[in-house]
């Protein structure tokens, strides 16, 4: 199956979806940069994550999502607009905890850091919001 960026409105109920399916992209994304398993499906979120919120931007506007953390992936980053065109990079790919992947994921990237988003508001205004976190152990 091919990616889709699906959107729908429900005036009446006050509602708003935004659907998408990633999947090879998220595979494109894996061999282009020589991304390990546990580094791929964290990647793999954060595009979908990416996609997600730029289908809700207006105008041709783009989001960025960053994500720093003390774990061996050091970070990501995604870039996407409403198009639902979608790029990034990951710190460090060559991260892979073998078991169950949400787990590996969770060693991945530690037990601190932070998710900044960045909007583009359009006429040169940008929004930053930036959410500290810690792991409870």
């Known amino acids: 199956m091919s990616d ?5 409105l429900f005036p009446a109920r006050g509602i708003r979806a ?4 990633i999947g090879d992209t998220a ?3 894996r061999v282009l940069h020589g991304l390990y398993p546990t580094s791929a499906r964290l990647f793999g979120e954060a595009l979908s994550a990416g996609a997600l919120l730029g289908a809700l931007q207006k105008d041709g506007g783009r989001v960025n999502l960053q994500v720093e953390c003390d774990g061996p992936i050091g ?8 198009g639902g065109n979608v790029r990034g990079y990951v710190r460090r790919p060559a991260v892979h905890f073998p ?4 787990r590996g994921s969770r060693a991945a990237l530690g037990g601190s850091g932070f998710l900044s988003v960045l909007r583009d508001l359009g006429g040169g205004q940008h929004y930053r919001s930036a959410s500290s976190c810690t792991a409870l152990r």
Do not use: E
């Not at 889709?4 to 729908?8: F, K, N, P, S, Y």
């Not at 935004?18 to 399916?21: E, L, P």
């Not at 078991?99 to 949400?102: E, K, L, N, S």
């Open 99 to 102: 078991g169950d992947p949400a």
């Open 75 to 82: 970070g990501l980053f995604v870039d996407a607009d409403a």
């Open 18 to 21: 935004v659907f998408v399916r």
């Open 4 to 8: 889709r960026l699906c959107r729908g």
């Open 27 to 29: 595979r494109m994304a």
